[in-house]
């Protein structure tokens, strides 16, 4: 094998292309900043459709995050007052039908 031949030069040179293009390509492909010629990386630029997602994705955390918030209060009602609010609905059905003041619904006003 000769060393300083053309073809071995040519060779390395398009291993190294080669090696180059499969990087850039596997760096795209997983999100990551591509590198350029010179080994500096160019960030992707966001496009409106990325835009669109990650407004909906902070609205999709808030409402989670409100649902979150509702279900605590909804576990502190089943848990803290599990026991006593059956207890009470009981107490006011047995409460007299009367105790109130009454309406006089079926009176009619004399003019």
């Known amino acids: 094998m000769d060393w300083g031949s053309p073809e071995f030069v040519i060779g390395i040179i398009a291993i190294s292309y080669a090696a180059w293009l499969l990087n850039n390509w596997i760096r795209a492909k997983n999100g990551y900043a591509l590198e350029n010629e010179w080994g500096g990386t160019t960030e ?3 496009s409106a459709e990325t835009k669109q997602l990650r407004a909906e994705n902070s609205e999709l955390h808030g409402k989670l995050d409100a649902m979150q918030d509702r279900m605590i209060v909804l576990e502190k009602i089943v848990t803290d007052r599990g026991y006593t609010l059956a207890d009470e609905i009981e107490a006011l059905r047995s409460k007299p ?4 003041t009454p309406l006089n619904l079926n009176k009619q006003e004399k003019a």
Do not use: E, F, I
């Open 44 to 46: 992707k630029s966001d």
């Open 97 to 100: 039908a009367d105790s109130g």
